[in-house]
């Protein structure tokens, strides 16, 4: 279902993870619960992933992540602070001691000057404390930004695992 490398790194989250005794969580909205699919393709996952929270709209953020209303006027869905708010969120709300969250304009449309379609915030909160990371990746079209993003935010979950 997956590339083979977005499965190779999945599956080293799974076993890292479950050898570790820390579950995750994820917090998602332009991938639409991608990288939590992507967990769950693993056999064995349920020993690692608590939850995944798919918040694409802006209430979904506050209730399910407690994302502050503030943050979403202040800085936008799309933004540092609320791809922050989030990764804290999902810790807070599940039993998860990692998370991982990503924000971000998928397109076709959506953009501004500001905030062009392929720009993603990631945010990923572990024993490592809480790291951001900003990509932008063009306007490659919805599937491949998507499909990056998921990359990105694995990678983040292993950072934060130490694997």
Do not use: W
Not at 13 to 19: D, K, M
Not at 44 to 55: C, Q
Not at 118 to 127: I, S
């Amino acid at each position: 279902m997956f590339p083979q490398d977005i499965q190779r790194l999945a599956q080293q989250i799974v076993a890292t993870s479950t050898a570790r005794g820390l579950m995750l969580a994820t917090a998602e909205s332009c991938t639409g619960g991608l990288v939590a699919a992507a967990l769950t393709a693993v056999p064995g996952s349920s020993a690692a992933l608590d939850r995944g929270f798919v918040t694409y709209s802006n209430e979904a953020k506050q209730q399910m992540l407690e994302v502050p209303e503030d943050t979403l006027i202040t800085h936008g869905a799309v933004s540092e602070p609320t791809a922050r708010a989030m990764a804290q969120g999902a810790v807070a709300r599940s039993r998860a001691a990692v998370s991982v969250a990503v924000t971000g304009i998928a397109g076709p449309g959506g953009g501004s000057a500001e905030k062009p379609v392929g720009l993603v915030h990631f945010a990923a909160q572990g024993p490592g404390g809480l790291i951001h990371r900003r990509e932008t990746f063009g306007d490659l079209g919805r599937d491949a930004v998507r499909l990056a993003a998921l990359g990105v935010a694995l990678e983040m979950l292993a950072d934060r695992l130490g694997s």
